[in-house]
Structures are given as C-alpha cells and as structure tokens.
C-alpha cells in the first residue's frame, strides 16, 4: 500500500506563492501519472494538474501560466508551485499518484492541505 503525505499549504495573500509537496512512500515499484485536485466549499471537486513518469504535463485553465506540476522521481515527489494567488484558488488541495499494486493499477490519495489567499 502506497500512502501519500503533503505539505505546504497556508494562508497567504493575493498575488503570492506556494510551494506544495506531496511525497508517497511504502512499497513502491511503478508510480505513474501524480497529480492534484482541489475542493473548495460549495464546489465539485476539480482536476488543477496531472504530470506523467516522463514529466509531460497537463494543468486546467483556471491555473494555466500560474501554477506549475513537477516531480522528483527518485524521491517519489510531486510538487505544485503556485504563484500569483487569487482568492478563488482558495481550496483543499489534494495530491494522487497512480500505482502498480499486484499489476492492479490503484490511485492513491493524500491527505488534503488548506490553501486560503486573502488579503
């Protein structure tokens, strides 16, 4: 089993940054596509950016030219910067990696973290 831990959420103002981690550990052969969503009250759950074993990457286009997906394969990372914050990227920010488990492929989840951008 895969479990995902991440870091790097918190209050910070319009315009600012954030640098988001997400390490998975456990019994690790084959990490494919790592990515995040985010839930914002009231909101459906909405995709912010996926990044592949080979770092091609893809981001939704509330965030294109603001955040940025990428990865560490040998630590088993995936990050998100974000920078040029607005009060409507306020979210819990959740990380996934897909896996290979028993030949299964398994999505993993971390935990969630609270972005909040406010002035």
């Known amino acids: 089993q895969v479990q995902l831990v991440e870091s790097g959420g918190g209050l910070v103002q319009p315009g600012g940054s954030l640098r988001l981690s997400c390490v998975a550990s456990g019994s690790i052969f084959t990490i494919g596509v790592m990515g995040w969503y985010r839930q914002a009250p009231g909101k459906q759950r909405e995709l912010v950016a996926t990044?592949?074993?080979?770092?091609?990457?893809r981001s939704g286009d509330p965030v294109k030219g603001r955040f940025t997906i990428s990865r560490d394969n040998a630590k088993n990372t995936v990050y998100l910067q974000m920078n040029s914050l607005k009060p409507e990227d306020t979210a819990v920010y959740y990380c996934?990696?897909?896996?290979?488990?028993?030949?299964?492929?398994?999505?993993?989840w971390g935990q969630g973290t609270q972005v909040t951008v406010s002035s």
């Open positions: 990044i592949t074993r080979n770092k091609s990457t």
């Open positions: 996934f990696a897909d896996t290979l488990v028993v030949e299964t492929q398994v999505r993993a």
